[in-house]
């Protein structure tokens, strides 16, 4: 049973560029959340996704963007690129049944920007 | 503001001790997860305490909530290096993460 696969692994991109997160969430599972993780720092919510819409939204610029498809996989987008967004993305996945459930993680994306 | 915030946030101690971390947070909750991260990998789930239950144990892992003080404490006993790793808290409330406690086991 798959849990939680995010691509690529790594990524390298420069300021100014757009880049995309993919997402595949444990089976079974129907709602997907992005996380940023700075170095040295917890991970911060960005947004979760179920029914293929935005439920619930962090503290982030609109630069961050997401989607989710029929078959609940997800997508991150980051638009405008900056020095700042290096970072950890990590996208969880859980079954959406009251708050209740324990979140399932990836090993994440790790974005170096240039 | 953060949800959910750990302390200490560094602990080293010897292989075989007890280590114990504890949770603050700030608003009301439904209940509170703690998780732990091994360097670069993702976060993997310990273990959820509902709001109406003061402990809660599994293995080595006993945790504790305190509603009234708005904290919670995780117990690991008789550690090990594979131990080694950080520890967060976090409440189901806007899905918020403290800064984590690095724990580090030494041999």
């Known amino acids: 049973d798959a849990g939680v696969t995010q691509s690529p692994t790594h990524l390298i991109k420069t300021r100014g560029q757009q880049v995309t997160l993919r997402c595949s969430p444990k089976?079974?599972?129907?709602?997907v959340s992005w996380y940023q993780q700075a170095l040295g720092q917890g991970p911060q919510f960005i947004f979760q996704?179920?029914?293929?819409?935005?439920?619930q939204r962090g503290n982030f610029p609109d630069r961050f963007s997401g989607h989710q498809f029929p078959n609940y996989s997800s997508e991150l987008n980051v638009n405008a690129l900056l020095l700042g967004d290096s970072a950890l993305y990590l996208c969880?996945?859980?079954?959406?049944?009251?708050?209740?459930?324990?979140?399932?993680f990836g090993d994440g994306t790790r974005l170096s920007i240039l | 503001s953060q949800q959910g915030e750990e302390d200490p946030q560094a602990l080293s101690i010897q292989e075989g001790e007890n280590a114990t971390m504890n949770c603050s947070y700030k608003?009301?909750?439904?209940?509170l997860q703690w998780y732990r991260q091994n360097s670069g990998r993702g976060l993997v789930h310990l273990i959820l305490?509902?709001?109406?239950?003061r402990e809660k144990h599994s293995g080595r892992l006993r945790v504790t909530l305190d509603t009234s003080k708005k904290s919670s404490s995780l117990l690991i006993t008789a550690s090990r290096a594979a131990d080694t790793a950080s520890y967060f808290c976090?409440?189901?409330?806007?899905?918020?993460f403290g800064q984590g406690t690095r724990l580090t086991i030494n041999p």
């Open positions: 969880a996945s859980s079954l959406r049944t009251g708050g209740n459930q324990p979140q399932h």
């Open positions: 976090a409440t189901t409330r806007k899905l918020v």
């Open positions: 608003t009301s909750i439904n209940n």
């Open positions: 089976s079974g599972h129907d709602t």
């Open positions: 305490i509902r709001s109406n239950e």
């Open positions: 996704y179920y029914e293929e819409e935005e439920r």
